[in-house]
């Protein structure tokens, strides 16, 4: 089964750049990866998904690497309502719409 | 669209008691999701359905049951509630297709003691 790896917490100071990697080493063939972010205790929200080219949209960027065995979620001027845990995830199997979230990064902005 | 839409929002519980945590979706979606958050974890996946009449086990099954009755309704049964289901419950849906993300109720904070 596909999963990812990312690091337990990040710093990062109020409009720099927020950068959070993730490990998904083991995704397979055509599978997607998703970000979400989880705000206190509210329901995860997602963000963004890529496949193998890198995306933006108004809320953040996605690199994934040429092998796609990582990519980087970038927040590009972090703000203190950012601080949130952030999930990388992909589909368990190919085929399935069966996702598993890890326990994703601790992400928090210093003023 | 309310989108996904979870009743109730908190809910405590004696040990041995049963309840059904709701959640609905208007958006039409035919996968539909159950997770689990315990504090400071990350999600788990209880159950999801990939339509109605179809179910299938996610990471921690145990504990639980689903129905899928229509595409709207995918409610969680509790039976014999025990301190370890202690936690916050999400249900999320998507249309069946990779290219969105989950859409993500509010949550239900269930409390057994």
């Known amino acids: 089964d596909a999963k990812t790896t990312q690091p337990t917490s990040m710093d990062c100071a109020e409009g720099r750049a927020a950068n959070l990697p993730c490990n998904h080493s083991?995704?397979?063939?055509?599978?997607?990866v998703y970000w979400y972010r989880q705000i206190h205790s509210q329901g995860p929200q997602y963000i963004i998904h890529?496949?193998?080219n890198n995306e933006t949209n108004e809320m953040a960027s996605l690199i994934i690497t040429e092998d796609r065995k990582s990519s980087t979620l970038i927040l590009p001027h972090a703000t203190l309502r950012d601080t949130a845990v952030y999930y990388c995830?992909?589909?368990?199997?190919?085929?399935?719409?069966?996702?598993?979230f890890g326990t994703g990064t601790r992400l928090k902005v210093l003023a | 669209n309310a989108g996904v839409t979870q009743t109730p929002k908190f809910r405590i519980l004696k040990i041995g008691q049963s309840m059904t945590l709701q959640c609905t979706q208007d958006?039409?979606?035919?996968?539909m999701y159950w997770y689990r958050q315990d504090p400071g974890m990350g999600l788990k996946l209880i159950y999801y359905?990939?339509?109605?009449?179809?179910?299938d086990k996610g990471e921690v099954p145990n504990g639980y049951n689903v129905s899928r009755s229509t595409t709207e309704d995918f409610p969680l049964r509790l039976e014999l509630a025990a301190p370890s289901q202690t936690s916050v419950y999400f249900c999320?849906?998507?249309?069946?297709?990779?290219?969105?993300?989950?859409?993500f109720g509010p949550g239900t904070r269930l409390t057994v003691t």
């Open positions: 958006m039409n979606h035919n996968y």
């Open positions: 999320a849906s998507n249309p069946g297709t990779e290219a969105i993300g989950q859409y």
């Open positions: 890529g496949l193998k």
């Open positions: 359905s990939v339509g109605a009449g179809i179910t």
């Open positions: 083991t995704i397979s063939g055509n599978e997607y």
């Open positions: 995830i992909v589909r368990v199997t190919s085929g399935t719409y069966k996702y598993i």
